[in-house]
């Protein structure tokens, strides 16, 4: 089955468009990965009744059924559902599933070719809806509007999100019985930010997390789809006591060199973490320190904020030189080695003219730090800190563009020692590995930022005394300087 499987995987992902792909946000689980998710499922003895929402053409399902049959497992009946809304696959998945299943003394399954969200979600909330112990998924991949139907649908659950993959899981949640599993291949970007606090709220008040598994290269997973988005396999338990979670690592499809090791759940979701950020440590990650005896920046009474000037919003006022009546308007492109450089040759502007909009975002002569919101795939880190001295400013006003997260106490100037403190720890190694275990992407927000931890101000002075002193800033530097911090 693994042959034909994988044939008609790869045939569809050379034949179909990329339009109707991103239509149905659409990627098949290669088998392999298929297989490895199959087998995190404990065997059982009792009736099966399993659930594979955006089924593709089965794979999920049919490596589900060929560990049961290769195990000799001694369940009683077994029933599948599986869902795909794209009629292109339904005959090649009902054959699949029907092979699959004939196997067995007792089973039989249904085809579901509609959308999965809008009939859950209306059974859900009329209290008509199948339940199943075990959920194998990988679900759509694909934004929702506030006023979609999606959106709507994942409401009928309790669930506000942003996306289709959560909603797809959030459904899953909602229909698997207690004690029952959920195993899915899901984007790792629910782990951190904003606007997927509800879900992981949704999680944690419904699931354990049992397993978290992490593909060391975020491009292997998918390749043959040349899917660049970090993915993880997760697995949940319905209503029961949150316990140790089980890791596991390796660097591709194949599972070769697979590691695994199990962690407190407080490695995962650290104490007082208002955000509820997951983190997800490697091995040598794991017990190094103990992260409640550093501070947050809120009790630090410093502030992290985007920068407030959207530039497309105010094309009229952008300038390539500086000149009277205008202030410098800082962008990604104006911060070198870590400080200020400007003005730059570049496509973007250099300055931006005043005027009663402009003039109420600007900030005053100080000292700031600033942190790139978006970082390129080829950087090695991820969070990359600049300084901003009252020596850069022209006169006493400077503009922060919206790619950059600045660093301020209620928009007025850091102190200085504390500045040149924030510029060692930020761009320490420490710091970007403590990113690195609850964010798999490239992008850096203020409320990442705020989720990290920070030394006392105590500590950030002395840093700063010491970077002070330093004639030239490097990684070797940076990290140097912190250790005493974090013995």
């Known amino acids: 089955m693994e042959e034909i499987l994988e044939k008609e995987r790869i045939t569809h992902a050379l034949k179909t468009s990329v339009n109707h792909k991103e239509e149905f946000g659409q990627y098949f689980t290669p088998y392999?990965?298929?297989?490895?998710?199959?087998?995190?499922?404990?065997?059982?003895?009792?009736?099966?009744?399993?659930l594979d929402p955006g089924a593709g053409i089965g794979t999920l399902s049919c490596s589900f059924m060929e560990r049961m049959l290769k195990e000799k497992w001694d369940t009683p009946e077994l029933h599948v559902s599986a869902y795909d809304i794209d009629k292109d696959v339904y005959s090649i998945l009902n054959k699949n599933i029907a092979s699959s299943s004939a196997a067995f003394k007792k089973a039989d399954y249904e085809i579901f070719s509609e959308d999965f969200l809008a009939k859950t979600s209306f059974e859900y909330s009329r209290k008509v809806n199948e339940t199943y112990t075990h959920v194998i998924m990988n679900p759509p991949y694909k934004k929702i509007q506030a006023d979609s139907k999606e959106r709507k649908s994942a409401r009928a659950f309790g669930l506000e999100t942003v996306n289709l993959y959560s909603a797809f899981m959030g459904a899953a949640i909602s229909l698997t019985e207690d004690n029952g599993y959920i195993v899915a291949i899901v984007p790792r970007s629910f782990c951190n930010g904003v606007y997927y606090k509800p879900f992981r709220e949704f999680i944690l008040k419904n699931c354990a997390i049992k397993h978290i598994h992490l593909f060391e290269s975020r491009d292997k997973a998918f390749k043959d789809e040349a899917v660049l988005q970090e993915n993880i396999i997760i697995m949940l338990q319905k209503n029961v006591k949150q316990g140790?979670?089980?890791?596991?690592?390796?660097?591709?499809?194949?599972?070769?060199?697979?590691?695994?090791?199990?962690?407190?759940?407080?490695q995962i979701l650290h104490k007082n973490d208002s955000e509820k950020y997951f983190n997800i440590p490697t091995k040598q990650q794991v017990g190094e320190e103990n992260l409640t005896i550093y501070s947050n920046l809120k009790d630090l009474g410093i502030n992290v904020s985007t920068g407030p000037i959207v530039d497309f919003r105010m094309k009229s006022l952008l300038l390539k030189d500086y000149t009277n009546n205008s202030v410098p308007l800082v962008y990604s492109v104006h911060l070198k080695n870590h400080r200020f450089s400007w003005p730059q040759e570049s496509k973007k502007p250099n300055a931006i003219l005043q005027d009663e909009k402009v003039n109420k975002q600007l900030f005053p002569k100080g000292f700031y730090v600033l942190v790139k919101r978006f970082s390129?795939?080829?950087?090695t880190k991820r969070v990359v800190a600049s300084l901003i001295?009252?020596?850069?400013?022209i006169e006493n006003g400077i503009a922060f563009e919206n790619h950059l997260n600045v660093f301020h106490v209620k928009k007025t100037s850091l102190l200085e020692n504390i500045a040149y403190g924030l510029i060692c720890w930020l761009n320490s190694t420490y710091i970007d590995e403590k990113f690195r275990l609850f964010s798999g992407h490239t992008q850096v927000n203020a409320t990442d930022l705020r989720n990290l931890p920070y030394p006392s101000l105590n500590d950030l002075e002395k840093l700063g005394i010491q970077l002070k002193a330093r004639k030239t800033w490097n990684q070797f530097v940076f990290d140097e300087l912190i250790k005493e911090i974090i013995k």
């Open 376 to 379: 390129t795939k080829e950087e």
């Open 389 to 393: 001295t009252p020596d850069d400013f």
């Open 32 to 50: 392999p990965i298929a297989n490895f998710m199959s087998s995190l499922f404990p065997v059982t003895n009792k009736k099966i009744k399993l």
């Open 244 to 266: 140790n979670v089980k890791i596991s690592y390796c660097k591709d499809d194949t599972f070769v060199g697979l590691s695994e090791f199990e962690v407190q759940f407080s």
